[in-house]
């Protein structure tokens, strides 16, 4: 699931741009998005680690639960396969407005509202 992740940044942003994201799930697909985002886009800034497990800190950052998703601003990556089910009631319950999740060989991009769901893409490998 990295390739919908890369893909998603790579038709937003240049490797010139600065960008803050935000990632749900300390995985190892987290690990990966977040060495090639750093490898290709010096600028962008990992602002908020979302996770209910135990871990303190990932790259820097302090991680919170799901309820720190009422304070993220940024495009989330949903990069843990348990949360998929979850994420998009989450969201909206947090108001979180930008956010992409990874199903089975396609990626689904949303915007979200107040009042709708508007999905952007889903593009499949």
Same mark, same amino acid.
């Given at each position: 699931?990295?390739?919908?992740?890369?893909?998603?940044?790579?038709?937003?942003?240049?490797?010139?741009?600065?960008?803050?994201?935000?990632?749900?799930?300390?995985?190892?697909?987290?690990?990966?998005?977040?060495?090639?985002?750093?490898?290709?886009?010096?600028?962008?800034?990992?602002?908020? $680690?979302?996770?209910?497990?135990?871990? =303190? &800190?990932?790259?820097?950052?302090? %991680? *919170?639960?799901?309820?720190?998703?009422?304070?993220?601003?940024?495009?989330?990556?949903?990069?843990?396969?348990?949360?998929?089910?979850?994420?998009?009631?989450?969201?909206?319950?947090?108001?979180?407005?930008?956010?992409?999740?990874?199903?089975?060989?396609?990626?689904? $991009?949303?915007?979200?509202?107040?009042? =709708? &769901?508007?999905?952007?893409?889903? %593009? *499949?490998?």
């Amino acid at each position: 699931s990295v390739w919908a992740f890369q893909r998603y940044i790579s038709e937003r942003w240049s490797q010139e741009d600065s960008f803050e994201y935000a990632l749900w799930g300390i995985t190892q697909v987290a690990e990966v998005i977040y060495e090639w985002i750093t490898s290709n886009y010096p600028k962008a800034i990992l602002s908020a $680690v979302i996770d209910n497990g135990n871990k =303190e &800190i990932f790259k820097g950052v302090s %991680v *919170k639960k799901q309820e720190g998703l009422k304070d993220v601003k940024v495009p989330v990556f949903v990069t843990a396969g348990s949360a998929n089910p979850v994420a998009e009631k989450v969201f909206k319950q947090y108001g979180v407005s930008r956010y992409v999740i990874c199903y089975n060989g396609i990626y689904i $991009v949303v915007a979200q509202t107040a009042n =709708e &769901i508007k999905v952007e893409k889903i %593009v *499949k490998r």
